[in-house]
């Protein structure tokens, strides 16, 4: 392991141990009588404390505390408790700010937009490739579209995206020199996951990401930047063209595996901006067996780029609408077979460039 990495690691541990050394309540502030009002101070306070980008979204938090904290005096229950703390924190605009009910269901604080107008549909994917063969109940799948290798991947789930699977499905594509890799209906997942299979395109460690963690009371009091790095996978590498599929779907831990596979020099990104919404969300305990998220870490790519609300740019920027869907096509798709036929000369069946390793 890098220094480098032992040293982002130690970043992230050090935050989380001083959440869990932090005094439940901010210092000075009285111990309520109500229960769900010392939810309240706990909530606000770990908030305080680890959030990262208050500064960066201009907000207020203590304003938040001062308009909101004597309403929690009369919250009675713990769905009153949540409603309240979800009115305070959807000015943050912040997809991984959510809460958990004890039967398991999920409560988003904020839905962004940039979601709503996809760029890819289903429904073509069944005529470009014919052959669409599907792994981990459609989680993923792959094919071939007019000869090239065609990759999807829906989401980063360690039970459905197993990695000898994958690796056993880029050795059936060793002998071409370029495949597409489409990530535009993946909107998050699990993090190291994604960037095990980044790393079997990558033929050494590459920088990928910077984080930066809370180190101080003040919103603004941000730790320097510390690097994360994209390992090679051990054994299977795929040293062929990359086109990867991007698109406002693409959220997340996806945008982590973007930030990283944009770094290789063997991949162009094709589509739309991806959503912007990427901050290592921790949980924590609320009560009565709720819990809640705290994104705590400051994310930004390689080159220094804030995701949070930015999302990553293509390098090809294409234009697909619900019009170009429903007449069966899919203009990024389009693109990206346009991109490797001018590469290699040929329609079909391009010549080999060797083996994976």
Same mark, same amino acid.
């Given at each position: 392991?890098?220094?480098? +990495?032992?040293?982002?690691?130690?970043? !992230?541990? #050090?935050?989380?141990?001083?959440?869990?050394?932090? $005094? @439940?309540?901010? &210092? /000075?502030?009285?111990?309520?009588?109500?229960?769900?009002?010392?939810?309240?101070?706990?909530?606000?306070?770990?908030?305080?404390?680890?959030?990262?980008?208050?500064?960066?979204?201009?907000?207020?938090?203590?304003?938040?505390?001062?308009?909101?904290?004597?309403?929690?005096?009369?919250?009675?229950?713990?769905?009153?408790?949540?409603?309240?703390?979800?009115?305070?924190?959807?000015?943050?605009?912040?997809?991984?700010?959510?809460? +958990?009910?004890?039967?398991?269901?999920? !409560?988003? #604080?904020?839905?962004?937009?940039?979601?709503?107008? $996809? @760029?890819?549909? &289903? /429904?073509?994917?069944?005529?470009?490739?014919?052959?669409?063969?599907?792994?981990?109940?459609?989680?993923?799948?792959?094919?071939?579209?007019?000869?090239?290798?065609?990759?999807?991947?829906?989401?980063?789930?360690?039970?459905?995206?197993?990695?000898?699977?994958?690796?056993?499905?880029?050795?059936?594509?060793?002998?071409?020199?370029?495949?597409?890799?489409?990530?535009?209906?993946?909107?998050?997942?699990?993090?190291?996951?994604?960037?095990?299979?980044?790393?079997?395109?990558?033929?050494?460690?590459?920088?990928?990401?910077?984080?930066?963690?809370?180190?101080? &009371?003040?919103?603004?009091?941000?730790?320097?930047?510390?690097?994360?790095?994209?390992?090679?996978?051990?054994?299977?590498?795929?040293?062929?063209?990359?086109?990867?599929?991007?698109?406002?779907?693409?959220?997340?831990?996806?945008?982590?595996?973007?930030?990283?596979?944009?770094?290789?020099?063997?991949?162009?990104?094709?589509?739309?901006?991806?959503?912007?919404?990427?901050?290592?969300?921790?949980?924590?305990?609320?009560?009565?067996?709720?819990?809640?998220?705290?994104?705590?870490?400051?994310?930004?790519?390689?080159?220094?780029?804030?995701?949070?609300?930015?999302?990553?740019?293509?390098?090809?920027?294409?234009?697909?609408?619900?019009?170009?869907?429903?007449?069966?096509?899919?203009?990024?798709?389009?693109?990206?077979?346009?991109?490797?036929?001018?590469?290699?000369?040929?329609?079909?069946?391009?010549?080999?460039?060797?083996?994976?390793?």
């Amino acid at each position: 392991m890098s220094a480098a +990495k032992v040293i982002a690691i130690a970043a !992230l541990f #050090t935050v989380l141990a001083l959440a869990g050394c932090m $005094p @439940n309540i901010a &210092p /000075g502030h009285p111990i309520p009588r109500n229960p769900y009002a010392y939810q309240f101070e706990e909530y606000w306070y770990k908030f305080d404390r680890l959030y990262p980008y208050f500064e960066y979204k201009h907000m207020d938090w203590q304003a938040a505390y001062d308009k909101y904290r004597p309403l929690a005096d009369k919250v009675t229950n713990e769905s009153e408790l949540v409603a309240l703390l979800t009115r305070m924190t959807t000015p943050l605009k912040d997809v991984h700010v959510w809460f +958990k009910s004890p039967e398991g269901e999920y !409560l988003n #604080t904020y839905d962004s937009k940039r979601a709503d107008d $996809p @760029n890819w549909s &289903p /429904g073509p994917l069944g005529v470009y490739v014919p052959d669409l063969a599907y792994y981990g109940g459609a989680d993923w799948g792959f094919g071939r579209v007019q000869g090239f290798p065609y990759i999807f991947i829906g989401d980063w789930k360690k039970h459905a995206l197993s990695l000898d699977d994958f690796a056993t499905v880029l050795e059936q594509f060793a002998s071409s020199p370029g495949l597409i890799l489409d990530v535009r209906m993946n909107s998050g997942g699990n993090d190291h996951l994604a960037y095990k299979i980044a790393g079997y395109f990558a033929d050494r460690p590459h920088l990928s990401e910077y984080y930066r963690y809370r180190n101080g &009371p003040r919103p603004g009091d941000l730790g320097p930047p510390m690097p994360r790095y994209m390992e090679p996978a051990v054994g299977v590498h795929y040293p062929g063209l990359v086109m990867l599929l991007i698109g406002p779907d693409s959220f997340s831990s996806t945008e982590n595996f973007i930030a990283a596979m944009q770094t290789l020099p063997n991949v162009t990104t094709i589509g739309a901006t991806t959503g912007g919404a990427s901050g290592c969300p921790e949980t924590f305990a609320l009560g009565n067996g709720w819990t809640y998220s705290v994104p705590v870490c400051y994310d930004m790519t390689a080159d220094h780029r804030v995701i949070e609300w930015n999302g990553i740019q293509p390098e090809v920027a294409v234009s697909a609408t619900q019009a170009d869907f429903q007449r069966g096509d899919d203009p990024v798709l389009d693109t990206a077979l346009q991109l490797l036929k001018e590469k290699f000369k040929a329609q079909e069946n391009p010549p080999s460039p060797g083996t994976l390793r």
